[in-house]
């Protein structure tokens, strides 16, 4: 049965083309007879045949017309079959080339029927050719002839298979790509854009239930971490994102690789267990931003349609995983603004402002590691901190307090493993950090992302504003006394 609409344009065109030919037959025995000097029984013989091709028209338009595609495909295939055969039993004594109407039936056939009902085609076809040869116009062809015209309708039913599957693979591998590149345009979380991914690369590499990852862009370095996952026994190690970043690795066509060497490239254990993986770029204007792996026992050879497909449906990925990002970046924003807005719910005690900075940083931010650190009576002190110990922040970020105390600008260190300026000690040792001091208040907010440039230039924005919104806060009446806040500086007491 056609699938896809170029199949479906191609059954259309082998109706008419049996109009044309049942027409021309026609036409040209009408010719035949007005011109003169042609047997009479030739004549009836075309006419006969002319019916024959009708009658295969009839019989599919009528069915299909009345919801019996299937059946109407396959009377117009035995009519065609049948009026070919007409056409070698009455003009074999008259046409030695006769047979060759034979391969139209093959043609129209291999559109709808797989390679082994055209080779069941062609045998009904050298059955009859046999038959006319030997009994019904003997002498006709000689047994050599009638031999090489089966021969050749058995080539042509293979080749025409051959051909006809090919053609069917690269349709649907089209329509397949263009419906999941659809599918992605609708795509509303990284989750949703790894499920088509996966489901479209397990369909095109063959394979069922292997390994898969979705890695992408961890920061404008390049370094791509893994995002999603699936058919793997436990989460991928951290790290990843500097394992691989797709250098060497066309932006438009994917790569094999072996399995064993890209497990460990990836630490990820389960992809040992394949001897291939497929990996797929996902690109946009910029380049690689993320790739797409897929475990596979064996490798298979994409065809040009093949390619487009991945390069398409991996170019609609990233622009996909850009807009999602983006969309989280302006609803993160909204939220923030919304925080620094809204300050009517902030406690007016002084732990009770530490609690609500700490808790706006980590929504704005979205960093897991915050800390509100002031100065009293000459020593750093941790009032409120989320994510990490306040004994970890006074001991482990100690010299980067005290200077960061001192300036009038945040400080911020986007790789803390490549700056030994300050002496970090282990709990801020990989990641980014920032200190953002607190106006008048002698105090600052202290953030720290595990990823390296995990803090964007917006989130430093962000979090200057939430910074002079605390100093306003920390300006305004306590409750129950008219004494300084406690964040005041000495000198102010």
Same mark, same amino acid.
């Given at each position: 049965m056609p699938r896809s609409e170029a199949e479906r344009t191609l059954v259309n065109l082998v109706q008419r083309a049996r109009i044309a030919f049942a027409l021309g037959t026609a036409g040209l025995v009408a010719i035949a007879r007005q011109v003169g000097g042609?047997?009479?029984?030739?004549?009836?013989?075309?006419?006969?045949?002319?019916?024959?091709?009708?009658?295969?028209?009839?019989?599919?338009?009528?069915?299909?017309?009345?919801?019996?595609?299937?059946?109407g495909l396959a009377l117009g295939i035995l009519g065609d079959i049948a009026a070919s055969s007409l056409a070698v039993v009455l003009l074999a004594d008259r046409i030695p080339l006769v047979p060759a109407v034979l391969l139209w039936p093959i043609?129209?056939?291999?559109?709808?029927?797989?390679?082994?009902?055209?080779?069941?085609?062609?045998?009904?076809?050298?059955?009859?050719?046999?038959?006319?040869?030997?009994?019904?116009?003997?002498?006709?062809?000689?047994?050599?002839?009638?031999?090489?015209?089966?021969?050749?309708?058995?080539?042509?039913?293979?080749?025409?298979?051959?051909?006809?599957?090919?053609?069917?693979?690269?349709?649907?591998?089209?329509?397949?790509a263009f419906a999941r590149a659809a599918d992605l345009v609708n795509a509303t979380t990284r989750a949703e854009?790894?499920?088509?991914?996966?489901?479209?690369?397990?369909e095109m590499v063959g394979v069922g239930a292997t390994p898969r990852l979705l890695l992408y862009e961890a920061s404008h370095e390049g370094g791509l971490e893994v995002v999603a996952h699936e058919h793997l026994a436990g989460a991928?190690?951290?790290?990843?994102?500097?394992?691989?970043?797709?250098?060497?690795?066309?932006?438009?066509?994917?790569?094999?690789?072996?399995g064993p060497r890209l497990a460990r490239d990836l630490r990820v254990d389960d992809l040992a267990r394949y001897p291939r993986a497929f990996?797929?770029?996902?690109?946009?204007?910029?380049?690689?931003?993320?790739?797409? !792996?897929?475990?596979? !026992? %064996?490798?298979?050879?994409?065809?040009?349609?093949a390619r487009r497909g991945l390069e398409r449906v991996g170019a609609h990925a990233a622009s996909a995983l850009a807009r999602i990002d983006l969309a989280r970046t302006v609803e993160r924003q909204r939220a923030a603004l919304?925080?620094?807005?809204?300050?009517?719910?902030?406690?007016?005690?002084?732990?009770?402002?530490?609690?609500?900075?700490?808790?706006?940083?980590? %929504?704005?931010?979205?960093?897991?590691?915050?800390?509100?650190?002031?100065?009293?009576?000459?020593?750093?002190?941790?009032?409120?901190?989320?994510?990490?110990?306040?004994?970890?922040?006074?001991?482990d970020a100690a010299r980067l307090l005290a200077s960061a105390l001192l300036r009038p600008v945040p400080l911020v260190i986007a790789?803390?493993?490549?700056?030994?300026?300050?002496?970090?000690?282990?709990?801020?040792?990989?990641?980014?950090?920032?200190?953002?001091?607190?106006?008048?208040?002698?105090?600052?907010?202290?953030?720290?992302?595990d990823r390296v440039d995990g803090l964007s230039s917006g989130d430093l924005e962000l979090l200057v504003m939430l910074s002079h919104q605390l100093s306003l806060l920390l300006a305004r009446p306590r409750d129950g006394a008219s004494k300084p806040s406690e964040f005041s500086h000495e000198r102010d007491e």
């Open positions: 042609v047997p009479d029984d030739l004549l009836v013989r075309g006419f006969v045949i002319a019916g024959g091709l009708a009658a295969a028209v009839a019989g599919q338009e009528a069915t299909t017309r009345l919801g019996r595609l299937p059946l043609f129209s056939a291999g559109l709808v029927l797989p390679l082994r009902g055209l080779l069941l085609v062609a045998s009904l076809e050298v059955v009859v050719l046999a038959v006319t040869a030997l009994a019904l116009v003997p002498g006709a062809f000689p047994p050599a002839q009638a031999a090489g015209w089966g021969a050749l309708l058995l080539i042509a039913a293979a080749a025409n298979g051959e051909l006809v599957r090919r053609f069917r693979a690269a349709q649907r591998t089209t329509e397949l854009v790894a499920e088509v991914l996966f489901a479209f690369l397990s991928p190690a951290e790290g990843n994102r500097d394992a691989i970043r797709g250098g060497g690795i066309a932006p438009d066509q994917g790569v094999w690789f072996e990996v797929q770029p996902l690109a946009d204007g910029r380049g690689i931003v993320g790739l797409v !792996v897929i475990g596979a !026992v %064996r490798g298979r050879v994409f065809g040009e349609e919304t925080v620094l807005l809204d300050t009517r719910a902030v406690p007016r005690d002084d732990p009770g402002i530490a609690r609500w900075a700490v808790d706006a940083t980590r %929504r704005i931010t979205g960093a897991r590691t915050v800390a509100l650190v002031r100065r009293r009576a000459g020593a750093l002190v941790c009032d409120e901190a989320q994510g990490v110990e306040a004994l970890e922040v006074e001991r790789d803390t493993s490549a700056d030994e300026r300050y002496a970090l000690g282990p709990r801020f040792a990989r990641g980014s950090l920032a200190a953002i001091p607190i106006a008048g208040g002698d105090a600052l907010l202290l953030v720290h992302d």
